[in-house]
């Protein structure tokens, strides 16, 4: 029965983005909302101009699949969908800025962010502790440090999904392979509503891919690569991290390992030059990668290649049950 409920869950959400899509592309290029090729930025690499509405599609395909087949309506449901929505109004801003050539300021956007994972710690998905492998007894976190690192995870996973969308087919790949590898986690642990949630978001992330794949049709821009990423953050807390030990706790973080480590090293180097770490440039991974001579296709395949090795080796962990 829980088979077909999910099941069901994933058609839904991937016929809504799937059919959505062509008719907000359309309007996009009426109303001038495109991402515009151009020479003097090196991330730039598509040659024509880009829709930048996927995001919308893929923000209403989670959330009425969500509504629908959630088990019950609760504060938390609704603090996840109000700090979607705050990412999506501040990621189409900074899309708008885009098409006009334009770059949007970084802290608007640094508060938002923040704000969208403080609704989310005062609806009481948090991270507030781990078991003892050795005592099983529960660890408790201060709610100061509940706060910090419930936080901190939430924005790190939302930006990182973010940096990652440099390439037709990445973000959205890398996001599929991350939710399936959350849906498992939380069927292995028995945990329903997020594993709704990981399905919901398999199913938007392929339908945009139907699209997203090379050469593109489509973007998701910044409000659909931040939504993914807050609710991949999101998953995980509700998810993964509850009733971790010590080495559990790396289950969620190897499942997101490709966009993880590739920005944790982004930043630190970017910090170590003096750079603003905010402020996006050429120095993840995939463009590292077309920089040594791959193709694009070729770049993305490898990456995806990595993140199943990731998510593979958070799914051993998970059942070798330390």
């Given at each position: 029965m829980m088979a077909i409920y999910y099941a069901l869950s994933f058609l839904i959400s991937f016929l809504i983005v799937y059919l959505l899509i062509p008719p907000l592309g359309k309007l996009a290029f009426r109303l001038d909302f495109v991402d515009k090729p151009r020479k003097d930025v090196e991330r730039k690499i598509h040659r024509d101009p880009i829709p930048l509405t996927a995001g919308f599609a893929i923000f209403a395909g989670f959330a009425a699949t969500y509504l629908v087949f959630s088990s019950h309506m609760s504060g938390q449901m609704f603090a996840i969908l109000g700090g979607s929505l705050l990412l999506l109004f501040i990621g189409t801003v900074d899309d708008w800025y885009k098409t006009q050539g334009k770059d949007f300021?970084?802290?608007p956007k640094f508060i938002v962010q923040l704000s969208a994972a403080v609704i989310v710690y005062f609806s009481g998905i948090t991270f507030d502790g781990f078991y003892n492998p050795f005592s099983g007894e529960f660890v408790g976190l201060p709610v100061w440090l509940q706060f910090i690192l419930t936080i901190m995870w939430i924005f790190g996973v939302t930006t990182v999904i973010n940096f990652s969308d440099g390439m037709d087919g990445l973000a959205g790949g890398l996001s599929s392979i991350?939710?399936?590898?959350?849906?498992i986690v939380a069927i292995v642990k028995g945990q329903s509503e997020s594993a709704?949630?990981?399905?919901i978001l398999v199913g938007v992330s392929a339908a945009y891919l139907r699209y997203n794949k090379p050469p593109a049709k489509v973007f998701m821009g910044d409000a659909g690569a931040t939504f993914l990423g807050f609710i991949?953050?999101?998953?995980?807390l509700d998810g993964a991290f509850k009733?971790?030990?010590?080495?559990?706790?790396?289950?969620?973080?190897?499942?997101?390992?490709?966009?993880?480590?590739?920005?944790?090293f982004v930043v630190a180097r970017r910090f170590l030059q003096g750079k603003p770490i905010y402020q996006a440039d050429a120095s993840q991974a995939h463009y590292r990668l077309l920089r040594a001579g791959l193709k694009p296709k070729q770049v993305v395949a490898f990456l995806y290649l990595i993140s199943v090795c990731f998510s593979l080796s958070s799914i051993i962990l998970l059942l070798l049950n330390v």
């Open positions: 300021p970084a802290l991350s939710a399936v590898t959350l849906f709704l949630m990981a399905i991949l953050g999101v998953i995980a009733q971790a030990t010590v080495l559990s706790l790396f289950i969620p973080i190897l499942a997101l390992g490709v966009p993880i480590f590739d920005n944790v």
